[in-house]
């Protein structure tokens, strides 16, 4: 539910603050989001609805959406949203953290859907994009025209109207449209060949699992599906490199499809294996501290090395029941395993990394028996190497898939932002003018929604002078942190601190915020105008011919 709130009419009068169970999290500019992530409710995903989520250790236990703050100390220089916990969480941000420490190349690449003005929430995407381009990466900012066009109904004239304002503030805000690469789903033929191809991997049952769809599902609907899943893969077009999806996770359904969508365009797949059976991940985890106990105990006895060490050696050590042996504790894991070892019996026991043939075409399976160094099996649909590791064979198989004509497509990675909370409490929505500000607003009409907006204080002067504000509840405070404070971390802090010890009242803190806001989107208009006299010079049509 939205609540509106009335102005103050005085400095120090203090609006309650609202408790709606929908009212996002704020963070903490330790750099650490809230331990408690907020209220408890139910999370669904849904990248066409108003999602809200107020649970965001839901999203790491449900979803296996990692903690941002886990791989921080990796990321050289990190963004301030980074920084304050705003960024919360991602899934596979090493590789993109490594290739930027490391000089590599890299990609970003996130979708607006046209479908109503660019607001202060859209910005939050607009700067990870940039910041991600200016830390060296090739950077592409899309068009979701086909989605909104089809998933919300809007017509050709709306979407093209729309397109104009988001590009023109992602240019405002710093984009560099001749270092990155600015498209529509509709003008772009690659993405449009991409999802035909990816279309012929997924399937009815799939998406409806994923997106509930229905009967009542329109095709096209569908097919704007596969053309994200195409925009998230298409910066790996030219060559496989790590490439970052920022989004909110609301959209956290398109980027686990797009994962999976990547693997089964692959020619290989390359796991670890111990023997010559396959195994599921549970299994081959249990296996390994299996062997390691096995190892460790044949060094203490002196009865053999490594190469000694047999299939049934396993089975036996696993029916002790040794704790390092069944780390999972799951006896279906057990018993599928102990299936598989006795069923081998006398067969070596050897760690290897195993390439199991996908989609490759015969030349390609061929080329990667014979690039394969050093001692190797090779069987119907498989080759074991056991003189190279996990990485280099990654790399191996991927370089084959790409000289034979495959893609090599790496995971796509992406990170996720909090919702921001609505100026007037609860969700902030685009289709309510007055809880949020749009990147079109005027600078006065932004002073005023920010003087009229919720804040966290308490319901009398004396009272926050006394208790202190709720600056984590606080849409106001958001502001400070998501955007007026910029990269100025000492300022954001301070704001929280005064307003939590009570220094700080909601009226003077409000005037500070919406001059602020004044001041930004004064400056913003200005860039946006310079930016409409040069928009003939990209390279992107922003008029359609299509009809209705």
């Not at 050709?156 to 503030?169: F, G, K, Q, T």
């Not at 009542?216 to 899943?229: L, N, Y």
């Not at 100025?488 to 307003?499: G, M, R």
């Amino acid at each position: 539910m939205t609540h509106e709130r009335d102005a103050d009419p005085d400095p120090d009068a203090q609006p309650a603050a609202d408790e709606s169970a929908d009212a996002d999290p704020t963070v903490h500019t330790t750099g650490q989001p809230r331990p408690d992530g907020g209220a408890v409710d139910d999370v669904a995903l849904d990248p066409w609805g108003s999602s809200t989520v107020s649970d965001y250790r839901k999203l790491f236990e449900q979803f296996g959406i990692e903690r941002f703050e886990t791989v921080l100390d990796e990321v050289p220089a990190p963004h301030y949203l980074m920084r304050r916990g705003v960024i919360f969480g991602h899934r596979d941000y090493r590789p993109v953290a490594r290739a930027m420490r490391e000089g590599d190349p890299f990609a970003a690449l996130s979708g607006f859907m046209p479908t109503g003005d660019p607001h202060i929430g859209h910005k939050l995407v607009f700067d990870e994009i940039i910041w991600h381009q200016q830390q060296g990466g090739d950077a592409y900012g899309l068009i979701a025209d086909l989605e909104a066009h089809s998933a919300r109904g809007l017509s050709w004239a709306e979407v093209d109207e729309h397109a104009r304002n988001y590009i023109l503030s992602l240019l405002a805000l710093g984009f560099d449209p001749e270092a990155g690469e600015l498209y529509r789903q509709s003008a772009n033929r690659e993405v449009q060949d991409l999802a035909f191809e990816l279309g012929a991997e997924a399937n009815f049952s799939e998406l409806q699992a994923i997106y509930d769809f229905d009967g009542e599902t329109d095709v096209s609907h569908m097919q704007s599906v596969v053309t994200q899943m195409a925009d998230i893969l298409y910066p790996q077009l030219e060559e496989p490199k790590p490439t970052v999806i920022p989004v909110g996770p609301d959209q956290d359904p398109h980027i686990r499809l797009s994962r999976d969508l990547a693997a089964r365009l692959r020619y290989f797949g390359v796991t670890e294996a111990y023997a010559s059976f396959e195994l599921a991940d549970a299994e081959r985890r249990a296996l390994a501290l299996v062997y390691d106990e096995l190892v460790d105990e044949s060094r203490r006895t002196d009865e053999g090395g490594d190469d000694t060490l047999r299939c049934e050696d396993a089975a036996a050590l696993l029916r002790a029941g040794a704790d390092r042996a069944d780390p999972l504790d799951e006896p279906a894991v057990r018993d599928s395993l102990l299936e598989k070892l006795d069923n081998a019996g006398k067969e070596p026991l050897r760690p290897r990394v195993r390439f199991v043939d996908r989609n490759a075409t015969e030349t390609a399976f061929e080329a990667l028996i014979e690039a394969v160094d050093g001692e190797k099996r090779v069987y119907d649909n498989h080759v074991d190497a056991f003189e190279t590791d996990r990485a280099a064979a990654e790399q191996l198989a991927r370089d084959v898939e790409v000289a034979h004509g495959g893609y090599g497509f790496l995971p796509p990675s992406s990170v996720y932002h909090r919702f921001m909370t609505g100026l007037t409490g609860g969700k902030m929505s685009s289709s309510v003018p007055a809880s949020h500000i749009s990147l079109l607003d005027t600078p006065e009409e932004g002073y005023d929604k920010v003087k009229t907006a919720t804040t966290g204080g308490r319901e009398t002067a004396e009272k926050q002078r006394e208790l202190g504000g709720e600056p984590d509840d606080c849409p106001v405070y958001e502001l400070y942190a998501y955007l007026l404070a910029h990269d100025d971390d000492e300022f954001a802090k301070q704001v929280y601190d005064e307003c939590a010890g009570g220094e700080r009242l909601c009226g003077d803190c409000k005037e500070q915020a919406a001059r602020l806001m004044e001041d930004f989107l004064e400056n913003h208009q200005e860039k946006r105008a310079e930016w409409a006299d040069r928009l003939e010079e990209l390279d992107i049509d922003l008029d359609t011919d299509r009809k209705r």
